[in-house]
């Protein structure tokens, strides 16, 4: 997740670096959606998202039309004498299970899709929310102040990028007592990830903090406060909608890995990447279980992608107009 | 003992009984006769607690150290219950007892040496059996410390010298005096134990790094957690040893394998894989072993042990009879069973003692349609209990998939009683640590206890005698104290007569089960796929169902 957003941010630096007309784009976010409404692949990428968020939203009713809830063990549906493998072709999608069962236990992987959906969409959008607010606060902290201000929250983020943060996080997961888990992942990837937003914003602060507007504003009397909500911050909108539009997909990818690797979400919570592990052993058997959640990983992490690269496009351009 | 958890990739589940469903006695298959010679290699998940025979106490290891072990007696080596009779190993029989039962001399064998080339007398074994009272030492097999007399103070011949309880009148004679009459004192002795360490020697982690041999094999090279390679002990005579047939010239064991890795490799069976010997299969490989090529290469099992779960009795709500009788009734043991891999590796489980055990009667004290769970009387109970509205109680379970997917089936069958199931991972390797632990265990734990010898001593008291709760090292996970129970083991413990011994602790169970201590779950299977060119292999009773490594070997040891 990472390396994608360090990649991109560079490029950012240098784009925000030509002037952008005087107030602010007024008419970006219309520029976004009718570039976004014209683009098939774009408009694919967000019926499919709103698929996800609406399965995420609507679980329990959905599941209830389905008529199998996600922690529901269905023996029947399950071949006990062969290990456990579903009853029926294509591990066992049928009229009664939609998306078949998982082995082992007959539990319907429609509804355990749906449920993961909501683990997914709510871990990572909180936790792009805690990694906005830190990675904008402090990142225009110190490119406005600069100075020692700049000299400890930059030598922080250094710290932070530089750690290895995957080992880090499934260290301390695997040792904290199993408490809240989803909260403490927020925690914990937010821990990690507000840096890199943090230093492209502080980048921008700076140059826009030299920028004649600012300095009008600060000769005709405004005071700090004023100076960067009213003048900076409006500037900075378009590089913090491209840099969290593209973060989700990163921290989704996350959450799953750290299921995956048995430190996520604990069970019976429903969880695409958990559900992607204990498909593992079952791929040549049933390779459906697998197939399923594995899908869905990938083609909500691709449309977030899509969609984050297209919104970024316009924006650069709109920055460069 | 506790399942061989540790190994459950290796060799530690399943045994042969009568209602073996593979071909092990198909003559072309594992069953057929083994030559002499050639390197058999074993495939395992995890490697091996303890090399050192004091320390090391499951299934696995047991069967391990008898390729580099011998103890005073041992266990025969056949499938079945010959495998479990005792028979004698450095002794030349399976003692003589004097003072009622209290006194017991053994003979050691002429022509018995170390892989050092010194012979083994009296004064070895003895030294060998004090360690057991090292409180560093001294944590594998109870039974020399339950029963040998010795001061209480005594900590180990390195830390309190000589134990003068047990004496070597001469270097081939050795005489053990007991706290109390025991009748089975013969098959005390085969415990590992009992396994001789030249006198001076074994302090520390000597033993866990460089086994001094005894047996057939030495260790030649051992990188824990990777590999190890045992060769031929030629101080090792065959004609002193009955049980051994010590085919193969070297044992390559190679563990840190992918127990998904390792049955791929067992199915596809490629250069010295077909050589290769390794633990039960993975649920998700059993459909993927049913063509008759492969079905012959394989062999099934009872592993003779009980995967249960304790329910805490010193905990609210589970002080309460009602309740836990009323989980008794609700815990669908199918999805358990489904949980572990289904019918091929499990058996459902009605009362504490399995099957292979002698004297065990076969009732369901808690009956349900198709073992589902009666949540009807469930729910009757928990209203007369006074628990209607539910409760939430905490099961701790292993950070294993295995485990957590049992935890999962139990969570969901409570939970139409609105009992609340918390589940709290524990680390695998501190697992038993902790549940052992009664001021950090919590409410309901799952795990699985094999006899020692398949006899309702080594199952019953050790589980459910409320005097040997400890602080730690508990095995009595319910903390049963139970006056009526403890009589009962005092009881059936004074009994001369092993048969009627074993009867009554059939009895005991029932007794214990109407208490409710403990679910009983499963009796897990072993299902195993070996080389082609594997010969002379069958499970054996004894050691938690593994194939029994002093008689396996190749059928052909050129190949």
Known sequence: MTATIGGTSTALVEEVGTPAPAGGPPTSTRRILTTITRDKGALACVLFLAIVVLMAVAAPLITKLSGWGPYQFDSAAINSDLGGVPHGALGGISGKHWFGVEPQNGRDIFARIVYGARVSITISLSATLLTGVLGVVLGMLAGFYRGWVDQVISRLMDFLMAFPALIFMIAILSSLPAGNRPVLLVVVISAFGWPYLARVIRGQTMTLANREFVEAARASGAKDVQVVFREILPNLRGSIIVMTTLAIPGYIGTEAGLSFLGVGVSPPTASWGQMISSSVSWYSVDPMFFAIPGAFLFLTVLSLTVLGDKIRSVVDQGAAA | ?559
């Open chain 2, 1 to 559: 003992m506790l399942v061989g958890l540790v190994l459950s990739g290796t060799l530690a589940l399943s045994a042969c009984s009568g209602n073996a469903t593979g071909a092990a006695d198909s003559s072309a298959g594992p069953g057929g006769k083994a030559a002499q010679g050639g390197t058999l290699q074993v495939l395992a998940n995890a490697g091996f607690s303890h090399l050192d025979p004091a320390r090391g106490f499951d299934g696995g290891v047991n069967n391990v150290y008898r390729l580099i072990y011998r103890t005073l007696t041992t266990q025969g080596a056949a499938p079945g219950a010959e495998g479990t009779k005792i028979v004698p190993d450095l002794a030349t029989d399976t003692g003589q007892q004097s003072d009622g039962g209290k006194t017991w001399t053994f003979t050691l064998k002429d022509g018995l040496f170390f892989e050092t080339g010194a012979p083994i007398t009296s004064a070895d074994v003895k030294w060998g059996v004090s360690r057991a009272w090292d409180p560093e030492l001294g944590i594998g097999s109870p039974y020399a410390k339950q029963i040998i007399d010795a001061p209480a103070t005594y900590q180990g011949p390195y830390k309190s010298g000589d134990l003068s309880t047990i004496q070597t009148p001469d270097a081939k004679t050795i005489v053990f005096h007991l706290k109390k009459p025991y009748a089975d004192f013969g098959s005390v002795v085969a415990q590992n134990t009992f396994v001789p360490v030249p006198k001076g020697q074994g302090a520390g982690n000597q033993l866990d790094s460089k086994p001094i041999a005894s047996g057939p094999y030495k260790l030649a090279e051992y990188k824990p957690g990777a590999s190890l390679k045992l060769v031929r002990n030629d101080k090792w005579d065959k004609k002193t040893d009955s049980v051994r047939a010590a085919n193969p010239d070297g044992f390559q064991w190679t563990f840190g394998l992918d127990p998904a890795t390792i049955d791929e490799r067992m199915i596809a069976g490629q250069g010295t894989d077909s050589d290769a010997i390794a633990g039960t299969v993975q649920a998700a490989s059993i459909a993927r072993i049913q063509t008759p090529q492969l079905k012959q290469r394989t062999m099934s099992g009872l592993s003779g042990c009980t995967t249960y779960m304790g329910l805490n009795t010193t905990k609210k709500p589970l002080n309460n009879l009602k309740v836990r009788q009323a989980i008794e009734y609700a815990v669908n043991k199918q999805t358990v069973r489904d949980a572990v891999g289904g019918s091929t590796l499990a058996d459902i489980a009605t009362s504490i003692q399995p099957p292979t055990v002698a004297g065990r009667e076969d009732y369901d004290p808690y009956p349900s349609a198709d073992h589902k769970g009666d949540i009807e009387k469930a729910r009757a109970l928990l209203t007369e209990a006074g628990y209607g509205g539910g409760f939430t109680l905490t099961l701790d379970s292993r950070t294993q998939p295995k485990m957590q997917a049992m935890s999962v089936a139990i969570q969901q069958a409570l939970e139409p009683l609105k009992i609340t199931v918390k589940i709290n991972p524990i680390d695998t390797s501190t697992y038993y640590e902790v549940i052992g632990t009664p001021s950090q265990q919590k409410d309901a734990a799952i795990t699985g206890w094999c006899p020692d010898w398949p006899s309702g001593a080594t199952f019953l008291p050790p589980l459910f005698d409320g005097r040997l709760i400890t602080p730690k090292g508990n095995s009595n996970l319910a903390q049963l104290n139970d006056p009526g129970v403890n009589a009962k083991i005092d009881e059936i413990a004074k009994l001369t007569d092993v048969n009627a011994a074993n009867k009554a602790y059939g009895d005991l169970d029932k007794q214990i089960m109407a208490l409710a201590p403990v679910v009983p779950l499963l009796y897990e299977k072993g299902l195993m796929l070996v080389g082609s060119n594997i010969a002379g292999a069958y499970l054996h009773d004894g050691f938690s169902g593994g194939i029994d490594l002093v008689s396996v070997g190749l059928a052909d040891a050129g190949k």
